[in-house]
């Protein structure tokens, strides 16, 4: 009997498909950390943006697979007929993200959002068209966009085994809620590095006070790039001794960035690039290996697919109006990228690769001396 306990109890933990779990950790908020001046929302999280729902399967299979899913779902009804204003600014195109031209031509998405490894990329677009054309409404779709961003988690993943299915994606988009969202080795973050340690999913937020509109800008971010990291404006990459052409360190960054501010497609691809701006302050360098891309999208305006009405009629946040938004995305950005840091945790391979997880009391320590820890 015991026998066959174990044999049961090692199946589920190194064969059992997909487990979803938080990471036991403080997030850097909670050491004192702070970065810029503008307030969080109550989560601190992209689901702080009323409606948004994020899903996370997360693949680990002995000591080879170690990757997954993160969807996110700006509203909870129907995306395709019920599309969202939405852009992409492209920061470094080295990479693989599935329908881009067409949110550049006509600046809406009309499905859930969807990251995974790079040679999940096909599997999971065409996962996301079975989930949009099965739903009410659609049976006369014989068109749309499948939108699916990538990074490269080879090292730590047996990549072209490609263990992403169908189900995986279709469970992560069905499963996404509303509250906390899991951060680290999770999701699409399940095998990523970054500045060298151990990568992952993280999110942040900003709530605008309601003399500048009280709007909320949330980001998720997939962390799996190099540069010199950079804490509270502290170069803790260059303190810690591992940083790019120090070691080689390379990659690429995920980055979605969701709003309730009524901008049209025009004003999110200028919010877009200043969630890129975010990157940078991290120590980010968009190396020539690097697919950064950020997909911004607001939940304000809802675009029908079919009107009776020739005309598209909305409220949009004027020009003047919009710095408080950027500002938001620049510090939300920033933060979650930190945070995917301090959440993840140490991973190793079945061929003795290793990476290790970002050594939090040191750099506290470090921030400490700084003076960067309130």
Known sequence: MKTAFRVLLTALLFTGCYTMHAQSTKRPRDYGIRFGVMPTGSLNAITDVPGVRVGQVTLQEGQRVRTGVTAILPHGGNLFQEKCPAAIYIGN????????????????????????????????????IDYTLAQPGNEQVRSLNPVVGETNDGGLNDIRSRPVTKQHVLDAIKQAKTGAVDEGNVGAGTGTVCFGFKGGIGTASRKLPVSLGGYTVGVLVQTNFGGVLQIAGVPVGVELGKFSFKEKLDGSCMMVVLTDAPLDARNLKRLAKRAFMGLARTGGIASNGSGDYVIAVSTANRIPNASKSTFDEVKLLRNDETSPCFMAAIEATEEAIINSLFAARSMTTSNGYQVEQLPVEKVVDLLKKAGQVK
């Open 93 to 128: 195109g080295f990479g693989k993200l599935a329908g881009y031209t067409q949110v550049e031509e006509l600046g809406t998405l009309e499905t859930p959002i969807v990251l995974t490894n790079t040679l999940g990329v096909p599997t999971a677009a065409d996962a996301v």
